[in-house]
């Protein structure tokens, strides 16, 4: 909806909306427009005369015609201006087909019978709700056309009875009208989501400075979407995957930051010794010894350079494979994605004090998605570093190992941060459970852990106290190859 330059409202049509429609008009125009009216004929034709009950049933069985007509014609032109103006003609005049049958049964047939066009004419109002609502203004139409005949008959006789029909009528046809719109309102506000959410896929990668303003749209209707559908089926964690992994976009920047740092550093003092050294004539380059001097110094330095500037392509290589959706497992160990992941982290857990210890004993090799493994990895070291920084812990470490087992491999990731509470322990893989304020956390982090271990990998993902910290244990078996 939105406003008009009176101040009042219109309706909006989208494309997607009268598709709907038109997925179901067919159905609508046969059921409503031909079946239904024999039903009338053959109950009513020995009271109304024949002539009128042919003239009304050719009318009817035209509007059905035109209806399906104009659904195929105008929307495969694109004319949708057109197509509603003449969907609503139509529609109003298969509302009309109704109201006339009421005053036909009203003026010949007995009084008894008045009551079955009532409850035919309202069933069929009430099965309109699915197909006429995606354009709610024809709806409208329909609903005000065909029961108005009604009232104004009931209003018009004596009788507490009579006028208490009318009345329930009126009652039923508001609250027709009102499911009706929600209907309309709720069609029409889901094909908007998805078409923004559309708009944000296709920008993502081009619109990297709007990347907050995003993150914050995609998690508001991530939630509601999430709340709603996560007890009906799990088919689509792979997008709640992609959302998980994109809330962790700031985050990656600032470890890419720290990363950066050291060998930025040092290809700028690299370059600044080279400078010094020519602008000093620190080599005699008439004399052969200076000129293999000066050679071997600057291959040297380039060298170091070249270095500098593969590590900082390894790492933003790194980061770029860690947001790319995964399409196909790698046949790895389980060391590797590990590793990826620490090259990030490294040098933000040094800047916060933070020693990572690695023992890997695995030799197996797996299937695996080691992309969504990484999230796993960040996450949980992640957790536990902001941990360490809440509670100011002394010689903070992250202890990992890797080992086989019988049946596969298994990774534990400890510290020594003073452990999960008791009474949250069971808690931390829940969607949406967070200990962290709604800036810092969405809780969706240890459960997308959780779903990639058990469901992508065949696995399982626990976490228990031991001694001074928390310790997460990884188990994939081999049958996730």
Same mark, same amino acid.
């Given at each position: 909806?939105?406003?008009?330059?009176?101040?009042?409202?219109?309706?909006?049509?989208?494309?997607?909306?009268?598709?709907?429609?038109?997925?179901?008009?067919?159905?609508?125009?046969?059921?409503?427009?031909?079946?239904?009216?024999?039903?009338?004929?053959?109950?009513?034709?020995?009271?109304?005369?024949?002539?009128?009950?042919v003239l009304w049933f050719t009318f009817s069985v035209?509007?059905?015609?035109?209806?399906?007509?104009?659904?195929?014609?105008?929307?495969?032109?694109?004319?949708?201006?057109?197509? $509603?103006? +003449?969907?609503? !003609? /139509?529609?109003?005049?298969?509302?009309?087909?109704?109201?006339?049958? @009421?005053? *036909?049964? =009203?003026?010949?047939?007995?009084?008894?019978?008045?009551?079955?066009?009532?409850? $035919?004419? +309202?069933?069929? !109002? /009430?099965?309109?709700?699915?197909?006429?609502?995606?354009?709610?203004? @024809?709806? *409208?139409? =329909?609903?005000?056309?065909?029961?108005?005949?009604?009232?104004?008959?009931?209003?018009?006789?004596?009788?507490?009875?009579?006028?208490?029909?009318?009345?329930?009528?009126?009652?039923?046809?508001?609250?027709?009208?009102?499911?009706?719109?929600?209907?309309?309102?709720?069609?029409?506000?889901?094909?908007?989501?998805?078409?923004?959410?559309?708009?944000?896929?296709?920008?993502?990668?081009?619109?990297?400075?709007?990347?907050?303003?995003?993150?914050?749209?995609?998690?508001?209707?991530?939630?509601?979407?999430?709340?709603?559908?996560?007890?009906?089926?799990?088919?689509?964690?792979?997008?709640?995957?992609?959302?998980?992994?994109?809330?962790?976009?700031?985050?990656?920047?600032?470890?890419?930051?720290?990363?950066?740092?050291?060998?930025?550093?040092?290809?700028?003092?690299?370059?600044?010794?080279?400078?010094?050294?020519?602008?000093?004539?620190?080599?005699?380059?008439?004399?052969?010894?200076?000129?293999?001097?000066?050679?071997?110094?600057?291959?040297?330095?380039?060298?170091?350079?070249?270095?500098?500037?593969?590590?900082?392509?390894?790492?933003?290589?790194?980061?770029?494979?860690?947001?790319?959706?995964?399409?196909?497992?790698?046949?790895?160990?389980?060391?590797?994605?590990?590793?990826?992941?620490?090259?990030?982290?490294?040098?933000?857990?040094?800047a916060n004090g933070v020693h990572i210890t690695t023992?890997?004993?695995?030799q197996k090799v797996l299937a695996l998605f080691d992309?969504?493994?990484?999230?796993?990895?960040?996450?949980?070291?992640?957790?536990?570093?902001?941990?360490?920084?809440?509670?100011?812990?002394?010689?903070?470490?992250?202890?990992?190992?890797?080992?086989?087992?019988?049946?596969?491999?298994?990774?534990?990731?400890?510290?020594?941060?003073?452990?999960?509470?008791?009474?949250?322990?069971?808690?931390?893989?829940?969607?949406?459970?967070?200990?962290?304020?709604?800036?810092?956390?969405?809780?969706?982090?240890?459960?997308?852990?959780?779903?990639?271990?058990?469901?992508?990998?065949?696995?399982?993902?626990?976490?228990?106290?031991?001694?001074?910290?928390?310790?997460?244990?990884?188990?994939?078996?081999?049958?996730?190859?």
């Amino acid at each position: 909806m939105q406003e008009n330059q009176s101040g009042g409202t219109k309706f909006q049509y989208h494309p997607e909306l009268i598709s709907l429609y038109n997925s179901g008009v067919l159905t609508g125009a046969i059921v409503g427009n031909v079946i239904t009216p024999i039903l009338f004929v053959v109950v009513l034709y020995t009271f109304i005369p024949q002539e009128l009950l042919v003239l009304w049933f050719t009318f009817s069985v035209a509007v059905a015609i035109f209806r399906i007509l104009i659904a195929k014609r105008y929307t495969e032109n694109s004319h949708y201006d057109r197509f $509603l103006k +003449l969907t609503s !003609i /139509s529609t109003a005049f298969s509302g009309t087909i109704w109201g006339t049958s @009421t005053i *036909l049964t =009203y003026l010949y047939a007995p009084q008894e019978y008045l009551s079955f066009v009532i409850l $035919l004419i +309202l069933g069929l !109002i /009430s099965a309109t709700i699915t197909t006429l609502t995606p354009i709610y203004k @024809t709806y *409208l139409y =329909y609903v005000l056309f065909s029961i108005l005949p009604l009232i104004i008959i009931f209003f018009m006789q004596s009788g507490m009875l009579n006028i208490g029909t009318a009345l329930l009528i009126v009652i039923f046809t508001v609250f027709i009208l009102v499911g009706g719109y929600k209907n309309y309102k709720k069609l029409y506000e889901v094909i908007v989501l998805k078409d923004q959410l559309k708009g944000l896929n296709e920008n993502l990668e081009n619109e990297v400075k709007k990347r907050t303003l995003e993150l914050e749209i995609l998690n508001h209707s991530l939630e509601d979407k999430v709340k709603d559908e996560i007890s009906k089926n799990r088919d689509k964690d792979q997008q709640l995957l992609q959302q998980s992994r994109m809330a962790q976009m700031g985050e990656m920047i600032s470890m890419i930051a720290h990363q950066w740092r050291q060998p930025l550093g040092a290809i700028a003092a690299s370059s600044i010794d080279l400078k010094m050294k020519m602008a000093f004539a620190s080599f005699d380059l008439e004399k052969k010894e200076g000129q293999e001097a000066c050679a071997n110094y600057f291959d040297e330095q380039l060298t170091n350079i070249e270095e500098y500037v593969q590590s900082l392509t390894t790492t933003i290589d790194d980061f770029r494979n860690f947001y790319k959706p995964n399409k196909e497992k790698k046949v790895i160990t389980i060391n590797e994605p590990i590793k990826k992941s620490l090259s990030i982290i490294e040098a933000a857990s040094k800047a916060n004090g933070v020693h990572i210890t690695t023992n890997y004993e695995s030799q197996k090799v797996l299937a695996l998605f080691d992309s969504e493994l990484m999230q796993v990895f960040l996450n949980i070291i992640k957790n536990a570093q902001d941990n360490f920084l809440e509670n100011n812990t002394p010689d903070a470490t992250i202890m990992i190992s890797t080992k086989d087992i019988k049946k596969g491999i298994q990774v534990q990731i400890c510290d020594n941060g003073g452990g999960i509470p008791e009474d949250i322990l069971e808690k931390i893989f829940d969607p949406y459970f967070s200990t962290k304020d709604e800036k810092n956390g969405t809780g969706l982090g240890l459960y997308m852990s959780k779903t990639i271990i058990e469901e992508h990998h065949t696995g399982e993902l626990s976490v228990e106290n031991r001694k001074d910290g928390a310790c997460f244990i990884l188990s994939i078996y081999e049958d996730a190859r």
